[in-house]
Every structure is written in structure tokens, then in C-alpha cells.
């Protein structure tokens, strides 16, 4: 059975290990973050240690991601997809929640009794001030778990009960749909908020072999200086 994160990955490391993959503006703070093939491997990696050995999530298990589009999201949902875990975005009943902090009662909702991390999305791995007792500060617990991982083998569906196949071939067709290149570098200000939009805004993008320059809090007086600097060459 097709591991979803190891599909997507293993053809940019054997291609691009160390060029951008995901470079991440947030107009607002004037953070930029850049991240390899590799670096995001290794963020996948230590999400999916984390899961598994601290939060107790595998195949099958169900994952709210609660989370904006961001660079820590895309690590967040390969780390889920390498435990062969099931993406679950928006409502929606789960065993482990990753969120921010304003979408908590949201989280609480989704899992019940179960595990909750939360991200604080700091450039610096600043931790969530006041967390309630029980409940999983990302940044603080992912720093202490290995940047290597065992793909799950035998995972159960990856997103919307779709499995991994199925979501590739999803991913593959919209990356034609949209012409994407494995040259091409994407600027994007677009949302991973549902199922189509991860699928048309981050997924397809790297079935097509591309990086992606993901810009929040959007400036429009910055987005031509943002294509020059970037080098951007779709968005």
C-alpha cells in the first residue's frame, strides 16, 4: 500500500534534496522561513514521532488539523500521513487534535478524551503561554523526537476517506488542470482549509515536482517584489 508522505517526498529528495521546497512569508511580523526538501522531511518526521510515541496515533487513527496554511501545517500533515493516520479538516469527530490556540474549544470538540497539541507557529519554537494541564505544547514536545522515521506500511485513508492512491491521482490531475511543472516555483496566498483546496494549493504542487512561496497576511504592495525576490514563476 502507497505511503502518502513518502510518495510525495522520495521523488523531490532523489530530484532536489536541499533547494527550496517551501518558502513561507507572513507579511504581517515579517517572517520568512525557508525550508529544503530535507528540512521539511526531517519537521515530517519528528511530527510523526511525536504522534506515535507521545500521542498514540497510527494507521488509521483520525487527525483533526486545525491549522492555517502555513510551513509548520505542511510538516504537520506529511508527519500525519507518514503514521498512516486519517487528515480530518474542519467538524469532525478525531482521536488526536493538532491546533492554534484560538481553535481549542474547536479541538476539545473534535477529540473528547483525546490528545491535543498545540501549535504556537512562532518562527523561534516559542511555546503557548498558559496551556491548560493535559493538553500537548507542539513546539516544547517536537524538538525532543527523532528526525528519522518508519513509514507506515499499511496505512488507512489519508484525507476525506480517500486513500493515499486516490488522493495522488487527485493531486496528479490537478496539477495538470493547473499546467504545474517541476521547475516551476508558486506564489501562492491561497488557503488549505478544505480537502480541494490542500489538494489544488500544496498537493499539487509538489506531485508536480514545484516549490511553493506561501504568503499569509498578504501585502499587496509586496506580492510583485515577493515574485523578483522568489523568483516565482506561477501565482
Request: include cysteine; charge should be negative.
Amino acid at each position: 500500500m502507497t505511503n502518502l508522505s513518502s510518495a510525495l517526498l522520495d521523488p523531490l529528495l532523489n530530484r532536489d534534496p536541499v533547494g527550496p521546497r517551501i518558502t513561507y512569508y507572513d507579511d504581517a511580523t515579517g517572517e520568512r522561513i525557508e525550508l529544503s526538501t530535507v528540512t521539511l522531511l526531517n519537521w515530517a518526521a519528528k511530527t510523526a514521532n511525536l504522534l506515535r510515541d507521545e500521542l498514540g496515533a497510527g494507521p488509521g487513527s483520525r487527525i483533526a488539523v486545525l491549522l492555517p496554511a502555513h510551513w509548520q501545517t505542511a510538516a504537520v500533515l506529511l508527519g500525519v500521513w507518514y503514521i498512516g493516520a486519517e487528515v480530518v479538516l474542519g467538524p469532525g469527530e478525531a482521536d488526536v487534535a493538532l491546533c492554534t490556540a484560538d481553535r481549542l474549544a474547536e479541538a476539545e470538540a473534535a477529540v473528547g478524551p483525546g490528545e491535543i497539541a498545540v501549535l504556537s507557529l512562532d518562527p523561534f519554537g516559542k511555546p503557548v503561554a498558559d496551556l491548560p494541564v493535559g493538553i500537548t505544547d507542539y513546539a516544547t514536545s517536537v524538538r525532543v523526537h527523532g528526525d528519522q522515521v518508519v513509514p507506515e506500511r499499511q496505512p488507512g485513508p489519508a484525507l476525506d476517506g480517500r486513500s493515499a492512491d486516490e488522493l495522488l491521482a487527485a493531486a496528479a490531475d490537478s496539477a495538470a488542470a493547473q499546467n504545474l511543472k517541476a521547475d516551476d516555483r508558486v506564489l501562492s496566498t491561497r488557503r488549505w482549509d478544505s480537502a480541494d483546496e490542500l489538494t489544488d494549493n500544496l498537493l499539487a504542487i509538489f506531485t508536480a515536482g514545484g516549490s511553493l512561496v506561501q504568503v499569509a497576511n498578504p501585502d499587496p504592495t509586496q506580492l510583485d517584489r515577493r515574485r523578483q525576490t522568489e523568483k516565482t514563476t506561477r501565482g
